[in-house]
């Protein structure tokens, strides 16, 4: 396999991602720079909802968000639709709002697909596909969870990324 890998690790277990650099190139790149920079590692998994996805990828146990980079050009349309097992970027209601979170789909979301050009159609970019340690993102998207300092869907028993980084 040539395409570039990441492990996350968390208290539920570990997350292998291959992603998909031929298809999202500019998103996988900055991505990549965030693993590389251990900036993911101790970010809270703070939106997560069962039978539909878990997010992580910028807010600390206090709940407080990270400071990131300049946001990225929204790749949606290259294809990939948000299938359970992949990977997307987070974002803003701005289709080209996104920095560093990133969610996994555990389940068919279609209607997180691009459609169009148009702000509200721009879909949510696939950038990655979990290869193993699918049934640890289905447990946490299993956690219960609560309202608490102005986010819903956070966890009440705190899930983080211990670590990701790349896998060779």
Known sequence: MDNPMVLLETPEGEILIELFPDKAPKTVENFLQYVDSEFY??????????????QTGGVT????????RDPIENEAGNGLKNTEGTVAMGR?????????????NVADNPDLDHTSEEDENFGYCVFGEVIDGMDVAVKISKS??????????VPVDPVSVITARRFE
């Not at 809270?44 to 539909?52: A, D, E, M, S, Y």
């Not at 146990?61 to 990131?68: G, N, Q, Y």
């Open 144 to 153: 219960k969870t609560k309202s608490y300092q102005g986010f819903d869907d």
């Open 41 to 54: 590692d101790g970010t809270l998994f703070h939106r997560v909802i069962k039978g539909f996805m878990i």
């Open 92 to 104: 803003l209601p701005d289709p080209h709002s996104a920095t560093s979170q990133f969610f996994i």
């Open 61 to 68: 146990f206090s709940m407080e968000e990270k400071e990131t």
